[in-house]
């Protein structure tokens, strides 16, 4: 991988932001639980574990996950 932003990068942070943004906001409008978030980050992050062995990249489901963990520790915060 480069170190200049590909475009499909920027399109793919960009959804991340906005999810991130949208959970944090149904969190603190307690839409849905604390409990909620974490299961579904942490399923997720269980998706993409599992998918390592079996994937042609590897690489790209453990950023996957690394970014999910990140995501975790923000929200939780």
């Known amino acids: ?17 906005i999810c991130e943004s949208l959970l944090l906001a149904l969190l603190e409008r ?10 579904l980050l942490e399923d997720v992050a269980t998706t993409h ?6 994937s042609s ?3 790209r489901h453990r ?4 970014i999910v963990e990140s995501i975790i520790i923000s929200v939780r915060g």
């Open 30 to 39: 307690n839409i849905i639980s604390q409990e909620d978030v974490d299961g």
């Open 1 to 17: 991988m480069t170190e200049h932003a590909r475009p499909h990068d920027a399109e793919g942070l960009a959804a991340l932001g």
């Open 49 to 54: 574990n599992g998918a390592i062995a079996a």
């Open 63 to 66: 950023a996957v996950v690394s």
């Open 57 to 59: 990249e590897p690489e």
